[in-house]
């Protein structure tokens, strides 16, 4: 087999992974902002065969099987309401969203770690109440110092965000491409220009 052909041959279907489908709870909303609510184009292809989905928008490109032709899906909404977590997960990522991907000292956004605002050492614990989002340089500033003997403020004091404020801030931290059929469904209650 020729090199080249099979080059081609494979990178070919490569094209299609580029087409992911915006999944939607049954309510039309999206299961989540960040990350978006994306499913692979084959795993929004199978929900719709055996009917879990209902296919709302569609790419122009088609699959095909020797037996029938299929557009493929952009945004599908679910048969069955999924019911939206209450409780959130103290995660590293989590952290960094409610901060707003950005130094609660200093603001700054980039290379983020995380920095207890009463520090281990004085007897601070690792909760959402205790822990923000800190640049390298303000946290190395801050040390295992109070607040007050480093001399550095919080742009807001940190607490535990509810999943509602967290699925909300999502929204303002779009990923790089947003197909023009998702629009609705992702901005569908901002406020209209006039």
């Known amino acids: 087999m020729d090199g080249t052909f099979r080059t081609a041959f494979v990178r070919e279907p490569g094209a299609l992974r580029h ?12 299961l989540s902002y960040y990350p ?8 929004a292809v199978k929900a719709a ?39 959130v997960a103290f995660t590293r990522f989590n952290l960094f969203l409610r901060d707003e991907f950005r130094c609660q000292y200093c603001g700054a956004k980039g290379e983020l770690t995380f920095d207890h605002v009463v520090p281990r050492a004085s007897g ?5 109440e205790n822990v923000v989002a800190a640049c390298a340089p303000c946290n190395l500033r801050k040390g295992s110092k109070s607040l007050r003997q480093a001399g550095l403020a919080l742009r807001k004091p940190p607490r535990q965000p509810g999943a509602q404020e967290l699925l909300n801030m999502g929204r303002k931290f779009p990923p790089n491409h947003l197909h023009d059929s998702w629009m609705d469904f992702l901005y569908w209650d901002a406020e209209l220009e006039a």
Do not use: C
């Open 19 to 30: 087409h992911p489908a915006l999944v939607l709870n049954a309510d039309y909303r999206p």
């Open 36 to 43: 978006l609510s994306l499913w692979p184009w084959q795993d």
């Open 124 to 128: 601070g614990i690792t909760s959402w």
């Open 49 to 87: 065969f055996l009917d879990r989905v209902d296919i709302v928008a569609e790419y122009d490109e088609v699959v095909r099987s020797p037996s029938m032709t299929l557009r493929i899906p952009s945004v599908v909404v679910l048969k069955d309401y999924v019911k939206p977590q209450k409780r």
